[in-house]
């Protein structure tokens, strides 16, 4: 009877706990905002802008010194392609040069003098590219158009060289070994079925930590004694505050995971091949995880502001240390085990194998039981961190009560 007392006392803590904090962000603009309105706008908003996928028409500026049928019908394919379009035409390079400068083009074709006549003279004629670095998909549209136009049109050169052989025996000629290009995982080569399933996941552990720590904070503004933990029957258990909080937590975003991984996916047509089983077996412990390091970040740090400068700093480091937007391999070592600290690191990793590559649970067997791993040492750390605080408060209180007793006796002497 003793064991299911204390169980039950147990979970009533823990059920008061849960009800405390729900109050609690529903009261805080702040937290209401990084649970809810970010989650949900976020990824829409990010989604809206890459949903095109790839450029298109990107403007170029022409500068034709060969004036030759050859160099006009290079310039005709190149405008005729999806990705370019030829907006100006320059006198020369220095002209061309002011229109990139003023940003009304992104790059410059140049043909040189003797275009044509290197190619007439059957020798290796070339077409200068230069482009505005400044943006990587400008800059893959112009480039790109032109090698494709270029090896095209060498083709053709070189099949009217061949003289006596049938149609299919110059095409041979002319491009002895033929391929398919196919971009694996991503079928458009766009930009946001690339980089948004990153940011989902890294939205999900950002807005966890944001809001828990801003809720700590305020659990510290409210408390008279300026602690985290308020002096209570029902917070004296450890592990009881811990779990009440996550319950809490994790209520919510239950919701807003689903929204984030699931719904918006879906409602914008990106890649989904993960099925709905492999999903919540990684985002189970993946939001474990990111609830538990919200929780430690959040005793770490004594006002509201901090945790935002702390996350908002840390975010784009995170994109790149998982390995998905710069390669894993060119990321020094001492950079990938400070990766390893957070759970997007692994938990970006899965979801990106699981729904975009169509890889199956066994194959992200590493990041599913890391995650779990992260879960558990975070919920351990979450204990540590918030017997701490308890201590700290049953302290501050022992303290004040101390002074009041002892003010009491010097005011009683002196009467």
Not at 306 to 324: A, E, Q
């Amino acid at each position: 009877m003793s064991i299911y007392r204390d169980f039950i006392n147990a979970l009533h803590d823990i059920c008061y706990i849960w009800w405390q904090e729900m109050k609690q962000v529903f009261k805080d603009e702040g937290v209401i905002i990084f649970f809810f309105i970010v989650p949900l706008a976020y990824p829409l908003l990010y989604s809206w802008i890459y949903n095109n996928e790839i450029v298109r028409d990107v403007p170029v500026v022409v500068v034709d010194d060969s004036h030759s049928a050859l160099s006009r019908a290079f310039t005709r394919r190149c405008d005729a392609s999806p990705d370019v379009k030829v907006a100006f035409y320059a006198q020369d390079l220095d002209e061309a040069r002011s229109l990139v400068s003023r940003q009304l083009v992104k790059g410059i074709y140049y043909f040189p003098p003797d275009f044509d006549t290197q190619l007439n003279r059957l020798q290796q004629a070339t077409v200068s590219v230069y482009c505005d670095m400044s943006l990587m998909l400008a800059y893959k549209a112009i480039f790109q158009t032109a090698q494709a136009v270029s090896m095209q049109m060498g083709a053709e050169l070189k099949a009217r060289l061949v003289h006596g052989y049938t149609a299919h025996e110059e095409a041979v000629t002319a491009k002895p070994l033929d391929y398919d290009e196919v971009a694996l995982y991503n079928p458009s080569g766009g930009y946001g079925s690339f980089v948004l399933p990153v940011v989902l996941m890294l939205i999900l552990q950002q807005t966890l930590v944001l809001g828990i720590g801003l809720s700590a904070g305020t659990a510290r503004e409210e408390n008279r004694y300026g602690q985290l933990i308020p002096v209570s029957r029902h917070y004296h258990g450890t592990v009881n505050i811990v779990l009440g909080k996550a319950l809490c937590y994790a209520m919510i975003y239950a919701v807003m995971g689903t929204w984030l991984v699931a719904a918006v996916p879906r409602l914008f047509h990106f890649l989904q091949l993960a099925t709905w089983q492999s999903l919540l077996a990684i985002m189970v412990p993946y939001t474990l995880a990111c609830i538990f390091f919200g929780m430690v970040v959040s005793c770490m740090v004594k006002y509201r502001e901090n945790v935002m400068l702390l996350m908002v700093f840390i975010s784009v480091p995170l994109l790149f240390l998982t390995g998905v937007s710069w390669p894993q391999s060119n990321i020094p070592g001492f950079w990938q085990g400070a990766s390893w600290i957070f759970p997007s690191t692994f938990g970006a990793k899965a979801y990106v194998r699981l729904n975009s590559m169509g890889a199956s649970l066994s194959d992200v067997i590493w990041e599913y039981r890391i995650l779990w791993l992260h879960a558990l040492v975070y919920f351990f750390l979450a204990c540590g961190v918030y017997r701490y605080q308890i201590h700290l408060a049953h302290d501050d209180v022992r303290t004040r009560l101390a002074e009041k007793k002892a003010a009491k006796l010097a005011k009683e002497k002196q009467q």
